[in-house]
């Protein structure tokens, strides 16, 4: 017997629901300065109508411009989609370590149907970036986790100024990708919650 989870996955294709693409195209990658090679091969955009969403928004004050540009294009492509105004909270946290336990109190004392969080860590000339970025990766799962609503990880972690402008100011729009991810999270739920 499947489990619960399974089975209504099941139903809901069963119902005539589109499948997922079998598939799968070759990621197209980029090379950094440092020679690492990332993918821009971003998943085929969803359409989700964010009628009757909320969002609950946890942004870093550190890189401020930067965090801004991102919590505007979350913002943005939130409104775009449908989630009223009114149905998006947005709490400001001092930098990216503080993000979970923000994500943590959202979580537990508003509910929403989804949390993003966004921060940006910029290498240094120490390994603590490696340190806060690690933290808040594991704590915001772990609040996805224990809390059962989805918490998308915004924290744009780069190796210099460039890479994070280039995500937050520039053409590679992490804002818009991380307000899909939340769309689409925040459906899905809505989806196995009937």
């Given at each position: 017997?499947p489990a619960?989870?399974?089975?209504?996955?099941?139903?809901?294709?069963?119902?005539?629901?589109?499948?997922?693409?079998?598939?799968?195209?070759?990621?197209?990658?980029?090379?950094?300065?440092?020679?690492?090679?990332?993918?821009?091969?971003?998943?085929?955009?969803?359409?989700?109508?964010?009628?009757?969403?909320?969002?609950?928004?946890?942004?870093?004050?550190?890189?401020?411009?930067?965090?801004?540009?991102?919590?505007?294009?979350?913002?943005?492509?939130?409104?775009?989609?449908?989630?009223?105004?009114?149905?998006?909270?947005?709490?400001?946290?001092?930098?990216?370590?503080?993000?979970?336990?923000?994500?943590?109190?959202l979580a537990?004392?508003?509910?929403?149907?989804?949390?993003?969080?966004?921060?940006?860590?910029?290498?240094?000339?120490?390994?603590?970036?490696?340190?806060?970025?690690?933290?808040?990766?594991?704590?915001l799962m772990?609040?996805?986790?224990?809390?059962?609503?989805?918490?998308?990880?915004?924290?744009?972690?780069?190796?210099?100024?460039?890479?994070?402008?280039?995500?937050?100011?520039?053409?590679?729009?992490?804002?818009?990708?991380?307000?899909?991810?939340?769309?689409?999270?925040?459906?899905?739920?809505?989806?196995?919650?009937?």
């Amino acid at each position: 017997m499947p489990a619960p989870e399974l089975a209504s996955a099941l139903a809901f294709f069963a119902k005539g629901a589109r499948r997922p693409e079998k598939r799968l195209r070759p990621a197209r990658r980029t090379r950094t300065q440092n020679g690492f090679s990332m993918s821009l091969a971003v998943p085929q955009e969803l359409t989700v109508d964010g009628a009757g969403l909320s969002v609950g928004i946890v942004a870093s004050r550190y890189n401020p411009t930067l965090v801004d540009a991102l919590l505007h294009q979350v913002f943005e492509n939130l409104r775009a989609a449908g989630v009223k105004k009114k149905k998006i909270c947005v709490h400001r946290v001092p930098g990216a370590n503080e993000l979970p336990s923000a994500a943590q109190w959202l979580a537990t004392a508003v509910k929403p149907d989804v949390i993003v969080a966004l921060g940006v860590i910029i290498r240094g000339d120490t390994s603590h970036y490696e340190l806060i970025s690690e933290a808040a990766t594991q704590g915001l799962m772990r609040v996805a986790l224990d809390s059962r609503i989805s918490v998308i990880n915004g924290v744009v972690v780069a190796e210099n100024q460039k890479q994070a402008e280039e995500r937050c100011l520039g053409k590679i729009n992490r804002g818009a990708e991380f307000a899909r991810a939340a769309l689409e999270m925040a459906d899905l739920k809505r989806r196995f919650s009937k």
